[in-house]
Nanobody
């Protein structure tokens, strides 16, 4: 199993940017699909973005064009660059891993991080 630790959350004004990082340890990282989910208060956890081992990415419609997912296999890390943030982006953001990014977009995750809070003020 992969262990995941997120960092980079915080408080930002609407229109601002944040970059989340996720460091992985444990079994082979480069073969895993990696992704980000988020959960706002009172709402279910939802898919945000995923990236395959080869770098192919997919995004939720709500963040497309504003968020960018990337990975550095040598550093066993995955990143989420969030631009043009909106108050509705406020949530706890979770790093996730699954061998299949396609399965991840359907909510199938083999490993979760502990989450990092992102708060966007209006």
């Amino acid at each position: 199993q992969v262990q995941l630790v997120e960092s980079g959350g915080g408080l930002v004004q609407a229109g601002g940017s944040l970059r989340l990082s996720c460091a992985a340890s444990g079994r082979t990282f480069s073969a895993d699909g990696m992704g980000w989910f988020r959960q706002a208060p009172g709402k279910e956890r939802e898919f945000v973005a995923a990236i395959s081992w080869s770098g192919g990415s997919t995004y939720a419609d709500s963040v497309k064009g504003r968020f960018t997912i990337s990975r550095d296999n040598a550093k066993k890390s995955v990143y989420l660059q969030m631009n043009s943030l909106k108050p509705e982006d406020t949530a706890v953001y979770y790093c996730a891993a699954n061998p299949s990014t396609a399965a991840m977009t359907n909510g199938q995750v083999s490993s979760w991080g502990q989450g990092t809070q992102v708060t966007v003020s209006s």
